[in-house]
């Protein structure tokens, strides 16, 4: 209702995806349509042919990487990530995320594809693959090449892709022994925009006692994620106990400019972003301490 | 001590009236087979789209049309300045001058003044291609400085919205009852607040605004299927601006998705709809978008008061308040500024204020119009009044429990006669907090709250609003604001009819938007004829063919279980005695023998001697020869009642007067937990007591309650509309703007008491509206988290943010509030806190 005219194709296989997508500038692929649907209902952007490819079996299944890792293809569907045995055996968090996106029926189309190459700054799965180090697929109609998830991200509503290219998995990497994840936002209101998120992920050395490595991103903050280096220097080697984190977190974000908008001010983001930094990786700790390889809290 | 639900006085319920019944209504709403304005439409119709103003502020350069006139499937646009050339006037302005120079036509002319204004209006052949082509004219504008706030409006130095007026002011005038200069002077303390402010926030209606408009060349009649909530006024104000007579006007509605009197504000675009179908052929019908609502539909009143000075006793006796208030009501007038005299319905709020001087300003500014919302103007005024009582108790050290019951009106004193004239009907306010304090287990959170201490970085508060509703308007109020309008006093119709069959029908002169007045109504006709409320089919909506309707008939302002039943009431007694009187002719009885029950008329106690009412309808209409003229003449069958409520007009030089007939109250209390690191705010326990007389329909009345509430809730904590300072609404949508919904929303534990009003025909009182509680409970409930020494709570909108910011707020920085003590034996004297 209420869209322009637009063209809509549903090839038979990516290649012939990328050929459309590679002779048509116009073109643009379609995959869960929860952002780009009502992008083009609201005309803040228009599309002359849309290339259906979220009915393609080559995008959409999980697959078991020799090293223990996952090969998510670009159309997997939050409910599948979600429902997985397979994501929610080795990477339990990441099926907690997606299972707290939106509504079920927000969940039963949007896809972890659209999710990233939308690089929208509020979108739930960004900051937890950078966090989990994870690697995106790129493949157009001349080749393929992968872009590690910190790097694909580029800015408010723009990503690595070139024109013509498609995401077609994103390959998540094992989360070694000792280790976890953790996500926490903050959100003023249930179902609300989160004005601020952050996402861990901790090993600890063999005792369980200490830090040995981190990885702490925030969203959010800029419109992309971004690591906190400083923060992730004071948590290497720190105790792994809650004051410990509270002191290593409470400078976090503060040699940032957070952004402003009517979510949030650049100073009160500042504030939760340590706050939530700590959340986030006490539940790292938690799941890396855990039989689990994710901790029951968080993901939301 | 333990609560009960039991009436306090008034007499034993009737067979139907006084039920806590399920809702006739939601059967075929809950199936999805509601009809709401935009299932309808009219034969050749087209799709109308407005074209709207990017800008806060800009005058109008140029428009093109040409792009979208050559488009395939556009009827026609039509532009601000070809609408005002088919005009006969500007709309009906409620103010005098200044506020009369601000004239409004149904498209801007010139110049816009808000973001959103219409400019142009497209009619086409579907939705989409009238949208296509609104986005293909192209409108030159020349953008100018905006105002987006209300002190500020009024400042001399300001941009003007309207060059002709010469000033933002719309509306000046002072309330002042009393000698509050006398008790400043003599009060053991004055307690000074610099600033409150009442944020902009919108009910948010399920379904946004509509219409499918025909002006109908032949015969002159402008058809207008709305969901329009005062279909009358509409009529009234746009009528002498269109050149269309009160009789060539059928205005209708049908199930409507939530009013909140945001459907008072849309007359505007049900004129230009009229325009374009009369300038088009065909009839034009338009669906507002959600963005376009949120941008254009209405808000609520914003009000900020400043320089506010209470002056209060060593023992907590509050002797009234001084302060200045700035209404802001955005671009245009839309009702307004009946606002600025509306809160004076509650001048003293709960209390016993003697002495009280509003100096009162309303400005417009480049912000959408206001429209009434869910406890229109007099919410902004008992936030403020409920705010003082509550900074009083807490920068005195007093109980703030204690420092309402002793300033409450006592239950002895109702009636009770405000300072400006306004009576307080009936009401008990001490023992509506104490159930509401127990329902809300406040001693157990007191406990809790001690426990906690500081340092655990999580604090309790527990907040009181206590508040009115005050229902049946007075129109007479109007003329305080402009003595030179042709309104007062107020009144609803009903028509009960029996028809062939003998069934029994009542149409009214309301719009209800989720009050159950199909159910409420038949429950009143169903006592009064005799039979069940399955009998009695009430019409939906209003249909100005039905003749029921006088100029206020509408659903809004807390009144229809007073006007609306009362109406009910009155026709079906009349239609009770025309019954009777045939039944006695027919059975060869005496009118007092008759007795009717379960759709039968007979002699009480002789059952042979009886006739169903459709024997009675057949000998009225199907089968009168022979009757006596004179039976004929009196039992048509069809009897209209129209309900006045008892008023003068009001003083309008002194300012005095009752304005309103009722006074419902409510009075909530609400726990929170307020999260250190974050100025997360959760509810633990929330408890809300409603009195409003006698209720005809519990179940109406509570579900009412949990409405008012959650807007209440959803207002203080998640929703707040801004402008930046160019005029651009920084929510325009619900990614912005954080609707609540039952996820945010606690447990509400509702208790009632049941005070009847005696200025009723029938012991109740409208409520509605609910009179903001939940604003007040909220506000007062971070206030006690904050605790003694902390910032005062200034802003009827407290976002986390805001919350965090209070809590972080440095020790010694400035508090907004300043105590200064006189009393002879203080061992303070003159503090300044
Ligand atoms: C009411 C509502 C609320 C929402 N709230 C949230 C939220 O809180 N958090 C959140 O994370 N998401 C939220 N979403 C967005 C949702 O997650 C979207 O599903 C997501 O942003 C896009 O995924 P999609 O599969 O629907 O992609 P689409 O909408 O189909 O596409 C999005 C963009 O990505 C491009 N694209 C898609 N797939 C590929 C690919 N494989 N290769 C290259 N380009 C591609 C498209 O061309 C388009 O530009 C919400 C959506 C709705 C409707």
Known sequence: ?300 | MTITSAPVTGEATKTWSGRAMPRKEDWRLVQGQGSFVDDGGMYGQGYAWFVRSPYGHARIVSIDCEPALSMDGVYTVLTGEEAKAMCEAPFFAIAPPPGSLMQEWPLAVGKVRYQGDAVAVVLADSRETARDAAERIVVEYEPLPAVTEGVAAADPTAPLLYDEAGTNVVWHGVFDYGDVDWALENADHVVKLDRLHFHRFSSTPLECNGAVVDFDHGTGMVSVLSNYQMPMFAAMVIGPTIGVPMNKFNFVTKDIGGAFGLKIGFYPQIAALALLSKKAGRPAKWTEFRTEHMLTAGHGNERTFIDIEVPVMADGTILGVKARAFDDAGAYLHYEPLGAVIWSQVVPGCYKLKHVRVDYTEVVSNKCPVTPNRGYSRMQHLWMIERIVDVVAHELGLDPVEVRKRNYVQPEDYPYETPNGCIYDSGDLPRSLDIALELAHVDEWRARQRELGTGSGRRIGIGIGSTLDSGTNNFGQSRIINPELPFSGNGEVAIAKLDLFGEINVNLGTTPQGQGHETTASQVAADILGVTPDDVTVSTGFNQANNAYVGFSGTYASQFAVTGLCAVMGAAQKLRHQIVKLAAFALHADEDEIELAGGVARVRGDEERAIPFIGLANMVYTNNAGLPAELLNECDLNARYAYVPPFEVPDTVAKTGNLTLTYASQVHVCVVEIDEETGEVKILDYAAVDDCGKRINPLVVEGQVHGATGLGIAASLYESLDYDESGQLEEPSFYEYHVATSLDIPNIVCGDIESPSPFTPNGAKGMGEGGGAPLHAVCSAIQDAIGAGGPIVTDSHNHWARVYEMLQRAPGAPRGVEVISRSAGSDTGATSL
């Open chain 1, 1 to 300: 209702m209420l869209l322009e005219q637009v063209e809509y194709v549903r090839p038979e296989s990516v290649g012939d995806a990328l050929e459309i997508l590679a002779s048509d500038e116009g073109a643009a692929p379609l995959a869960g349509g929860q952002s780009l649907v009502n992008v083009l209902k609201n005309r803040v952007a228009s599309v002359d042919v849309l290339v259906d490819i979220s009915r393609l079996a080559e995008l959409s299944s999980i697959a078991r990487t020799a090293d223990g890792g996952l090969s998510i293809g670009a159309c997997v569907t939050y409910d599948a990530l979600d429902r997985s045995p397979e994501v929610r055996a080795s990477h339990w968090m990441l099926g907690e995320v997606a299972a707290h996106i939106e509504d079920q029926q927000i969940r039963n189309k949007g896809t972890i594809g659209g999710n990233c190459c939308l690089s929208d700054p509020t979108n739930n799965l960004p900051p937890i693959l950078v966090a989990l180090g994870a690697v995106m697929e790129l493949r157009s109609r001349t080749g393929e090449r992968s872009v590690p998830a910190v790097d694909f991200f580029k800015g408010y509503f723009a990503t690595a892709l070139e024109p013509g290219e498609l995401l077609v998995s994103v390959t998540v990497p094992p989360i070694p022994e000792h280790s976890g994840a953790g996500y926490a936002s903050l959100a003023v209101g249930a179902d609300a925009k989160a004005l601020v998120r952050a996402a861990a992920r901790v090993t600890l050395d063999g005792s369980g006692a200490t830090i040995a490595d981190s990885c702490l991103v925030l969203a959010r903050v800029a419109h992309v994620p971004v690591r906190d280096a400083e923060a992730e220097a004071r948590l290497n080697g720190a105790d792994a106990t809650e004051e410990a984190v509270r002191a290593a977190c409470a400078g976090v974000a503060d040699g940032m400019q957070p952004i402003a908008d009517v979510h949030g001010s650049s100073e009160y983001r500042r504030q939760m972003a340590k706050v939530t930094a700590r959340r986030a990786v006490v539940q790292a700790i938690a799941a890396a301490r855990g039989s689990r390889n994710g901790s029951t809290a968080g993901g939301k």
